[in-house]
Structure formats: structure tokens, C-alpha cells
């Protein structure tokens, strides 16, 4: 019995003292620097080591954002092939987002910032899920494992 109150009292210590620790300006300014550095690895990085990255359907959504981009032109007359149907395409903000980025660059590089921002935004979404649940908002940063993978 004597042993569990022991234990008990150390679990308890340890946890405020973790709790001390990551409440300071300092630590949490080395926590944001840590998730910065995971997640540059684990969403920018990869994006940028090939200038095609090996996803199934990313040549699929380049050419549907290439068409989003120059729906417009009448160069190219893709209006009077396909109609916009904004609500029925599960990836329309990926193309719009495309679509703007692919106004100053290129339609491969458009595409693969397009497919940073929106794999980001799974950490950032899980991120507003804990601080709703009233936990710490950097447990979002969980989410990039989901991210990273093959």
C-alpha cells in the first residue's frame, strides 16, 4: 500500500512538472519550431524531391485544375467541353486553390503547393478538434502521421 501512495505521489509530481515545463513562452516556442520542422518534412519535402510526384490520381487533378485555370480562355475552349458543377466535385477547393496558384506558376508546381496546402490543413482541422474538445491544439500535429505515409 505504501508503495502505490509512492507511486502515485511520483506520477503526480511528474506530471506537474511536465506541465510547468510546457507552459513556459520558451517551450512553447520550441514546440511551434518543432512542428514547423515536421511538418516542412513531412508535407513540403517530398513534394519537392521529384518534379512528379509518384501519386496514382495527381495527373487526374492537374488536368482537371489545368481546365479550372483556362476555362475561361476561349483559346482553349474547354467551356464548351465540360460544365463546372462546384458541388458535386468532392476536390473543388483543391482545383480553385490549383487554379490560383497555377496563375503565377507553372501547372506542376501550382498543383503540387495546391497539394501542400491541403494535406496541411488535416493537421490545422484536428488541431481546431482538440482545442473544441478544450485540449491542446498542437496535438493536431498527430495528424501529419496520418500524412505521411505510402
Same mark, same amino acid.
Given at each position: 500500500?505504501? $508503495?502505490?501512495?509512492?507511486?502515485?505521489?511520483?506520477?503526480? #509530481?511528474?506530471?506537474?512538472?511536465?506541465?510547468?515545463?510546457?507552459?513556459?513562452?520558451?517551450?512553447?516556442? *520550441?514546440?511551434?519550431? =518543432?512542428?514547423?520542422? *515536421?511538418?516542412?518534412?513531412?508535407?513540403?519535402?517530398?513534394?519537392?524531391?521529384?518534379?512528379?510526384?509518384?501519386?496514382?490520381?495527381?495527373?487526374?487533378?492537374?488536368?482537371? $485544375?489545368?481546365?479550372?485555370?483556362?476555362?475561361? #480562355?476561349?483559346?482553349?475552349?474547354?467551356?464548351?467541353?465540360f460544365?463546372?458543377?462546384?458541388?458535386?466535385?468532392?476536390?473543388?477547393?483543391?482545383?480553385?486553390?490549383?487554379?490560383?496558384?497555377? =496563375?503565377?506558376?507553372?501547372?506542376?508546381?501550382?498543383?503540387?503547393?495546391?497539394?501542400?496546402?491541403?494535406?496541411?490543413?488535416?493537421?490545422?482541422?484536428?488541431? *481546431? =478538434?482538440?482545442?473544441?474538445l478544450?485540449?491542446?491544439?498542437?496535438?493536431?500535429?498527430?495528424?501529419?502521421? =496520418?500524412?505521411?505515409? $505510402?
Amino acid at each position: 500500500m505504501a $508503495t502505490e501512495v509512492a507511486n502515485a505521489a511520483t506520477a503526480h #509530481d511528474v506530471r506537474r512538472r511536465l506541465a510547468a515545463l510546457l507552459s513556459s513562452k520558451r517551450a512553447g516556442q *520550441l514546440t511551434w519550431l =518543432l512542428a514547423l520542422t *515536421l511538418w516542412i518534412y513531412v508535407v513540403v519535402y517530398p513534394l519537392c524531391l521529384v518534379r512528379y510526384p509518384p501519386l496514382t490520381d495527381l495527373p487526374f487533378h492537374a488536368a482537371n $485544375t489545368s481546365i479550372l485555370r483556362h476555362y475561361f #480562355d476561349a483559346s482553349y475552349g474547354f467551356k464548351q467541353q465540360f460544365s463546372i458543377d462546384a458541388l458535386s466535385a468532392p476536390y473543388m477547393s483543391f482545383y480553385a486553390l490549383g487554379a490560383l496558384f497555377a =496563375l503565377v506558376l507553372p501547372i506542376h508546381v501550382a498543383v503540387k503547393a495546391a497539394c501542400a496546402v491541403m494535406l496541411s490543413l488535416l493537421p490545422v482541422g484536428l488541431g *481546431l =478538434l482538440f482545442r473544441g474538445l478544450g485540449k491542446q491544439p498542437l496535438l493536431g500535429v498527430l495528424a501529419l502521421g =496520418l500524412v505521411y505515409n $505510402t
